[in-house]
């Protein structure tokens, strides 16, 4: 159950930059949210049951959408994997039918189109910083 069901009461407190990251930094370590730590700290220095302090844990904020080039390049990798695998079946009904010739030449592109999806997908990556 979340933070806001058990729990009405809220306040708002205002800290210098060094203590947020501190506390963010103890949350982290521990995978609890800031407002489990900051309530685990109320709760030791007033000697409220220790129930209160709730432990909820650390909920990672929503990545913001892609950009629309990135987007793009999304796009053009499933294409081409598309086209992939339409080179695999094609591929494999030459070889079934008999027509070495154009099953030999599927297949030495085969590898090129797989380079490229993989190439797309390590320029993506490094689009988004990963």
């Known amino acids: 159950m979340s933070e806001n069901r058990k729990l009405k009461g809220q306040m708002l407190v205002r800290v210098s930059e060094g203590t947020l990251q501190g506390i963010r930094q103890e949350a982290e370590k ?9 309530r685990e700290v109320l709760v030791e220095r007033f000697g409220l049951a220790s129930a209160e302090a709730m432990p ?6 929503p990545r913001p959408p892609a950009p629309e080039h990135i987007l793009e390049l999304v796009r053009l990798r499933e294409s081409l994997a598309e ?4 080179l695999v079946m094609l ?3 030459s070889r079934e039918q008999g027509f070495t010739a154009l099953h030999g ?3 030495k592109y085969l590898p090129l189109v797989r380079l490229q999806v993989r190439d797309i997908d390590r320029l993506k990556n490094r689009m988004l910083g990963l």
């Open 30 to 38: 521990r995978d609890l949210s800031c407002s489990a730590i900051c």
């Open 56 to 61: 909820v844990r650390l909920r990672q904020a």
């Open 83 to 86: 086209t992939c695998g339409a």
């Open 91 to 93: 591929a494999r009904g």
């Open 105 to 107: 030449e599927v297949e």
